[in-house]
């Protein structure tokens, strides 16, 4: 069963590898099909009932702001977290959980494009406030540009490879940009403060708290002039 759930749209970041599109565009902003990426998630988010919104920015953010507005031509209510300078995906949470609330939320990078069906971060936000794990990742086949991945997944659960015993290793699946998290999770992080998300995550997965799901739909990390150009060739008709 579903529950309300907000999302937080990661749009901060300065985009260097995307040089020189996002010197005067930010990366959030650029656009497949005639679209920007972050329009995709936000008709996305509405479609499946998620219409609270919140979106950080940093470099170029006031662009973000004119472009989007409040989001109620979308169907959405969005309200920014401007952190001035990029506080790295787990700062950059912390920074907006007075925006947040309480109850677990989803966080999505911008910079991707995904097929996966939002409706299910409500199922899972559900899940995640009735088992008590810290957060849900869904991850994706591995990339050419990150062939080995970032995690193990078996039966629903989230490995990390790199402390495992197993041998041989556990085959490894790459994280999507797409999660649910407790607001707990981010709760030492001092407000304003740089700090990646990578190393929370890892902590709570070697305590048994991260659960997970494997998307095989279309993802695409849209992290160059060249990927963006093979994604637009994909998705235009």
């Known amino acids: ?39 995709w998630h936000i008709e996305n988010l509405v479609r499946a009932g998620i219409r609270d919104l919140v979106i950080n920015h940093a470099h170029l953010g006031a662009l973000i702001e004119t472009a989007l ?12 977290s401007s952190e001035g300078k990029a506080l790295e995906t787990a700062g950059g949470i912390a920074y907006a959980l007075p ?10 990078n911008s910079d991707i494009f995904c097929d996966y069906d ?69 709760n030492g992080i001092p407000r304003g403060n740089i700090a990646p998300l990578a190393p929370l995550l890892r902590a709570q997965i070697s305590l048994g708290k991260v659960s997970g799901e494997h998307h095989r739909g279309l993802w695409a990390d849209v992290g160059t002039p060249e990927r963006l150009a093979e994604l637009d060739r994909q998705l235009s008709p």
Request: zero cysteines.
């Open 99 to 108: 925006l947040l609330g309480d109850e677990p939320f989803a966080v999505i």
């Open 1 to 39: 069963m579903g529950v309300s759930v907000k999302a937080m749209l990661l749009a901060a970041g300065r985009g260097e590898r995307m040089r020189p599109l996002t010197d005067h565009t930010p990366k959030p902003l650029l656009e497949v099909a005639g679209k920007a990426l972050i329009v």
């Open 69 to 80: 507005g409040d989001g109620s031509r979308f169907g959405a209510h969005i309200r920014y």
């Open 118 to 186: 939002f409706a299910r971060l409500r199922e899972r936000a559900a899940g995640l406030k009735a088992n008590g794990d810290a957060a849900h990742l869904v991850l994706v086949d591995n990339p050419p540009q990150h062939p080995n991945g970032d995690f193990g997944l078996a039966d629903s659960r989230v490995s990390d490879p790199r402390s495992s015993v197993l041998s041989p290793q556990p085959s490894t699946l790459t994280f999507s940009g797409i999660g649910i998290y407790q607001p707990a999770l981010f």
